[in-house]
């Protein structure tokens, strides 16, 4: 046999089982534990007044945020040559020149009643009480053209799942609303049981404030029928059928909303063209009601949790780049609906086709130290099997955190998977994961401060991503999304 050709063939053979590891080990020594803290107690603390998308706190923050990533290294990857990219995010809010009465009595917007989301209505018609009805119960009643007045019920409503007594009335909402749409109602007045009582001073400020959408999600008002809500005390109003009329007049604003973004780049001269995503949001819920005496919601687990963990994983990169390039994207509006992630996976700053994998971190720095979830890394949520195999060696290589492979069920009450930011890539066909040390009790509470994270987590966390991330950023084959990967929701 040719020994030109025998020498080939062990070279090919050589190269084949090793290409997997041809490339430096990951630089984890680069991430630090004093530098997680530091920027966590800057990034969370009350001079950023909870960072509220659509407002000066939140462009405040953006402009630390660039300016710690141009410290660790990243270069602006944004739009003109900066770290921003900026969008518009629009609020929808009923103003106070709408009213109701009902009967003789002229209730006031936000004191008297309640409107669960803005919309346009003019109603004048006759209110139908239905007491005690359960949504099968309304076909017996003529509620075609009236006004349904029922008492909020939370039978059938699962309560195991955080902040239920905040989400409470819209799953009420949600239990009644298709019956008595179909059947023609033209408005619905929920009358408070106990637990709505108690979540009435929770979902005031986010009724009041409204809603928002950016482009293509939630741009105009919808046209669904009007939700109110009534307290039991004053229920003799709706219980004689009298007559309601309704006027509910709504504006619509545009706010500035802006993503930060930054990269570094890779070392292969053709690899360096391709981009491993790494995803967070920078913002939170601004100032609310009071819980405990403090009224800022600082958001430490969420999301400055990641945001404090790209920085460190951009160090890391700094002095040790992969062959593909990082591209950072710290999002603005999560938690007014994806709002940033949907623009930028809308309007990606690099070819869509050259993002390779998102590595999403939303709440990484709370909880057992040997415990974590990856979401996306479970059927019918996982779209690629390369990437979750990816991560998962890079858990069996140090961190070994234990799965919470629960969170990642389509039957878990939380419906986790759909509420963070690699979401929006997920559905245009980009492989992608969510890390999340899951939720706690401090959650969407002033309580969640820098003072509450558990550091030796966050470290684990952040070296999970950083790990996987590497893999991914030196592979030579990228990571396939699965052919008939599909969401149930």
């Not at 995010?89 to 009643?113: A, C, E, T």
């Not at 009805?133 to 075609?144: S, V, W």
Request: charged share 25%; hydrophobic share 40%; aromatic share 10%.
């Amino acid at each position: 046999m040719n020994k030109n050709y025998v020498f080939s063939l062990l070279s090919f053979f050589l190269f084949t089982i090793g290409n997997a590891q041809n490339y430096k080990k990951p630089l984890v020594s680069a991430i630090k534990e004093s530098d997680l803290r530091t920027d966590m107690y800057q990034l969370a603390a009350d001079q950023f007044w909870g960072r509220e998308a659509g407002t000066l706190d939140e462009l405040k923050v953006s402009m630390w945020l660039a300016d710690k990533a141009k410290e660790a290294g990243m270069k602006p990857a944004g739009d003109n040559g900066t770290f921003f990219q900026f969008f518009d995010m629009y609020r929808h809010q009923v103003i106070p020149q709408s009213s109701l009465k009902i009967g003789d009595n002229s209730l006031k917007l936000w004191k008297d009643f309640l409107v669960a989301e803005p919309v346009n209505a003019s109603v004048d018609a006759e209110i139908v009480y239905a007491g005690n009805a359960e949504p099968e119960d309304l076909a017996k009643l003529n509620i075609k053209g009236k006004v349904l007045a029922v008492n909020a019920s939370d039978k059938n409503i699962s309560k195991d799942m955080t902040l239920f007594v905040r989400r409470y009335p819209g799953f009420v909402r949600n239990k009644y609303y298709n019956k008595a749409s179909e059947l023609g109602a033209k408005a619905i007045i929920f009358i408070t049981d106990d637990i709505s009582e108690q979540s009435w001073v929770e979902v005031l400020p986010q009724m009041t404030r409204g809603s928002y959408g950016v482009e293509g999600l939630r741009e105009k008002i919808t046209n669904n029928i009007p939700v109110l809500w009534i307290k039991r005390e004053n229920a003799g109003w709706v219980k004689n059928n009298p007559k309601a009329s309704l006027s509910l007049i709504t504006e619509t604003y545009k706010y500035p909303s802006v993503n930060i973004i930054g990269k570094i780049e890779g070392t292969d001269p053709v690899l360096k063209n391709e981009y491993v995503l790494l995803s967070g949001h920078q913002d939170h819920d601004g100032i609310r009601h009071p819980v405990k005496n403090d009224t800022i919601y600082n958001g430490a687990d969420d999301n400055a949790s990641t945001c404090v963990a790209m920085l460190a994983m951009a160090r890391a990169y700094k002095k040790q780049p992969g062959k593909r390039s990082i591209l950072f994207v710290f999002h603005g509006a999560e938690e007014r609906g994806l709002l940033g992630s949907r623009w930028h996976a809308a309007h990606p700053v690099v070819p869509k086709e050259k993002i390779v994998a998102v590595l999403n971190g939303d709440m990484i720095g709370r909880n057992d130290n040997n415990e974590a979830a990856l979401l996306g890394g479970n059927a019918p949520h996982k779209n690629s099997e390369e990437l979750v195999k990816m991560a998962e060696e890079a858990n069996n290589e140090s961190t070994k955190f234990k799965y919470l492979k629960d969170w990642d069920s389509p039957s878990h009450a939380e419906y986790f998977y759909f509420r963070s930011d690699h979401l929006p890539y997920a559905k245009i066909g980009i492989p992608a994961i969510f890390f999340t040390s899951v939720l706690h009790d401090q959650y969407h509470t002033p309580q969640d401060e820098s003072e509450n994270i558990n550091y030796k987590k966050l470290y684990k966390m952040t070296e999970w991503m950083y790990r996987t991330s590497w893999k991914v950023a030196n592979e030579v084959e990228r990571p396939k999304v699965i052919s008939n990967f599909s969401l149930e929701r």
